[in-house]
């Protein structure tokens, strides 16, 4: 007799639409015989078992329905260790954690939503049969869309609750979640991304199976992948540094190398780490230096010939979107021991140690193979056909929070030797402003070819900016926890070192952020301030191109009760 198994590690997420089909993943910790999605009207009735009897029986198709075969795959890096909190585990030592994505395309879809579920067997006698969902095609060129937009969701106390407002306010069937990155705390951590225990693990949280309780009421997320496709971008977290079969993940993921360091150490360490063309292999590079495997295999899709999953686009409905691989290292500053601004003395002797300072990790600067992408697909003619044209990645280009600094460049190093003995007598990392690669380069870009809305996170606020050419910045983290606000009204200011190149209030870029247009929260002083930067009140926003409006919202969740406010508005023209 057929036993009906627990949930899935993970519930199905959507991927990557186009105009008659959509890519549908889920994670299971078996390997399993193989897996099935079921699409049409009729799966709304089915029971698990006639779910089951459809998804092996030896037709593809039936009255109502259809199935399509998953393909199934090993995630190649994921691991848990004593940092991990999984309910009933241990991981004393970093362990490799068996995890396994399953992924279909389904095709032929007419316009509109189609019901659909996942059968998912592990042997003759045993499959898991989920609810029923609903998928949709890509929305047609030209037609309105909403796209919710988020980032920094990291396991934070109040991203749940987020979640689940989002819900309640606009829904779960959107056209898009636009995710600027920092979805988990370390990209290998399987924990982090299926089951953490320490808070909301991110599909979790935006599949419904949160479990986080504030102020007297558990929140559970809401099943939003199920419904609505995710448009990933990566953020730091999602970069994974050296790899170590015993150092914690925590530390591993605090331990990137620039590549081009990597590959000098490996020429100096001889030929037997090279290949015949006198180059490190792609894999031994990544080992050596960083790596963002997990989140490749986890989002496969979107992705372009150029980037890959990194960076792409696509037209969702009247919008183009464009997502690139912003971000880099974050580094603490601290005065003394390895930061942004200084190698650790105790390191000095030994350069392999060394942290390189707050290091980009993809170029982005006008010379570079993303840049010279960007500047031909904005002004490509589908991009000049949408009616709205939004750019997403992770590192703030405007902002008030303390990660819009230091400038976003790459490190000038300066390194002292004692003038006796020639040794390393410390090393320090200077950041130009004048050389901000977003400011210098992005921007201009942006402004020349009628972008009209920057999405990034990584501050854990929500700000606002637009600059002379009409081009919107919004900054939309303040969902999960926030890191504060540095501005005149806060009277806060960043832990700088004294120089031009470090602002300490307000925007580094020089904008003036735009006070919300309708309900602000405001000072002690009775003042509108013009951020939401708070650990008890979340933040979401969503794009409405058919009114040509983001509304962002905003949820105390010291009050259950509360209602969901919008507190600010703007027209994306």
């Known amino acids: ?202 599909f979790a949280g935006m599949t419904g199976r949160a479990e986080t309780p504030i102020a007297g009421r558990t929140y559970r997320g809401a099943p939003l992948l199920q419904h609505t496709p995710i448009f990933p971008a990566i953020g730091n977290h999602e970069v994974m540094g050296r790899w170590s079969e015993t150092a914690s993940l925590d530390s591993q993921f605090n331990d990137p190398q620039p590549r081009d360091v990597a590959r000098e150490r490996c020429r100096a360490d001889g030929p037997n780490e090279l290949d015949e063309s006198n180059e490190l292999d792609e894999a031994e590079l990544c080992r050596r230096s960083w790596d963002v495997t997990t989140y490749e295999e986890l989002f496969p899709y979107p992705r372009s010939a150029a980037g890959g999953p990194r960076w792409w686009s696509r037209t969702i409905g009247d919008v183009h979107l464009v997502t690139l691989f912003v971000t880099s290292i974050w580094r603490p500053h601290v005065p003394v021991g390895r930061g942004k601004f200084q190698e650790d003395v105790a390191d000095l002797a030994h350069p392999e140690r060394w942290g390189h300072g707050q290091f980009i990790f993809e170029p982005v600067h006008r010379d570079s193979a993303q840049y010279r992408w960007l500047a031909q697909e904005l002004t490509s003619a589908e991009a000049r056909a949408a009616r709205y044209r939004v750019v997403m990645f992770h590192h703030p280009g405007h902002g008030l929070g303390d990660n819009s600094t230091p400038p976003f460049t790459d490190p000038v190093p300066t390194v002292e030797r004692d003038p006796a003995t020639g040794a390393v007598s410390a090393v320090r ?40 050419a009409g081009v919107n910045w919004l900054e939309t983290s303040n969902v999960g926890n926030s890191y504060g606000a540095y501005d005149v009204s806060s009277g806060a200011a960043r832990n700088l070192p004294a120089g031009p190149d470090h602002v300490r209030q307000g925007d580094p870029g020089g904008l003036e952020p735009v006070v919300p247009t309708v309900a602000p929260l405001t000072g002690p002083t009775g003042a509108p301030l013009p951020y939401v930067a708070s650990d008890d009140i979340t933040v979401f926003s969503v794009l409405d191109s058919t009114a040509g409006v983001v509304r962002s919202y905003r949820f105390d969740t010291r009050d259950p009760d509360a209602p969901v406010l919008l507190f600010d508005e703007f027209p994306l023209t």
Not at 100 to 128: C, E, I, K, S
Not at 168 to 182: F, P, W
Not at 430 to 437: F, K, T
Not at 443 to 452: D, K, M, R, S
């Open 1 to 202: 007799m057929t036993q009906y198994s627990a949930p899935l590690l993970c519930e199905p997420y959507l991927l990557d639409p186009d105009r008659d089909g959509v890519w549908v993943a889920w994670h299971t910790e078996e390997p399993g015989t193989g897996g099935f999605v079921l699409v049409g009207p009729a799966v709304a009735g089915m029971s698990p078992r006639q779910a089951w009897d459809a998804a092996s029986g030896d037709q593809p198709s039936g009255p109502g329905w259809r199935r399509f075969v998953a393909q199934t795959h090993p995630l190649s890096r994921t691991r848990e260790d004593a940092g991990s909190r999984v309910p009933g585990r241990s991981y004393p030592a970093p362990t490799r954690r068996p995890v396994y994505r399953h992924l279909a395309r389904v095709t032929g879809l007419a316009p509109g939503r189609t019901p659909y579920r996942v059968v998912a067997p592990y042997g003759p006698d045993r499959v898991t049969v989920t609810a029923v969902y609903s998928l949709a095609p890509a929305a047609p060129a030209g037609a309105g869309v909403r796209l919710l937009l988020s980032s920094d969701h990291q396991l934070k106390a109040m991203t749940a609750a987020n979640l689940e407002k989002v819900a309640e306010t606009v829904g779960v069937r959107l056209d898009g979640v636009l995710m600027a990155g920092d979805m988990v705390n370390v990209g290998d951590r399987a924990s982090d991304w299926f089951d953490a225990a320490t808070g909301p693990a991110f």
């Open 429 to 468: 990392y200077a950041y130009p402003l004048a050389e901000d690669h977003i400011l210098r380069d992005l921007e201009p870009l942006f402004c020349a070819t009628g972008v009209h809305l920057v999405h990034n996170g990584h501050a854990h606020l929500w700000n606002r900016f637009r600059n002379p």
